[in-house]
């Protein structure tokens, strides 16, 4: 049997796969993109309608509902950098959602704040993973990861 036409077979294969596992995963995106989940909790729509009304804004309630998760707080200055925001445009997400109940701010000395996300947002959060879950898992994209894994590894015999 030719070595050069199995490791192009498989080379085919990999990337049949990989346009498979990409077109799923495209789906998923469009999926959240859309935001097609449906909430009947009001406060819990409100935030994800929030979340999903700029990239600043998920950004800013990721890196709170990540702080929670680590049971930290974030500096303000430092939000500022993670997302690459001005400070005012800071200033109004803090606003918006400690006014809202979405984020915990600790003031500390000399007006420096400490910020993270409420235990609504980090439930809110919780419940979108378990969807998202649902989704990934019906698309049966871990065995496309395990087949396209498997072909790899039978490249690096065939080298």
Do not use: P
Request: include cysteine.
């Amino acid at each position: 049997m030719n070595r050069n036409v199995n490791r192009k077979e498989l080379v085919n294969t990999k990337n049949a796969l990989k346009k498979e596992w990409m077109q799923k995963q495209l789906n998923i995106e469009i999926t959240t993109a859309e935001g097609s989940r449906y909430i009947d909790d009001v406060t819990k729509r409100k935030i994800k309608e929030y979340s999903l009304s700029s990239q600043n804004r998920r950004k800013f309630l990721m890196y709170c509902i990540r702080a929670h998760l680590e049971s930290d707080y974030l500096l303000v200055a430092n939000l500022i950098k993670l997302i690459g925001i001005s400070r005012a445009g800071a200033e109004t997400m803090i606003k918006e959602c400690e006014t809202a109940g979405w984020i915990v701010v600790k003031r500390g000395n000399k007006n420096e704040r400490n910020i993270q996300a409420s235990d609504v947002t980090v439930e809110t959060y919780k419940e979108y993973c378990d969807w998202l879950w649902v989704i990934i898992n019906k698309s049966e994209m871990r065995s496309l990861s395990a087949s396209i894994n498997e072909i790899e590894k039978l490249e690096q015999t065939m080298l």
